[in-house]
């Protein structure tokens, strides 16, 4: 289980983007 600054960049960017 292991989470980057890119993932949680990119999930941020997704949801900024679907709201």
Known sequence: MS???KD???RSFL???VY
């Open 15 to 17: 949801v900024s983007e």
């Open 8 to 10: 949680i960049v990119l």
């Open 3 to 5: 989470i980057s600054i």
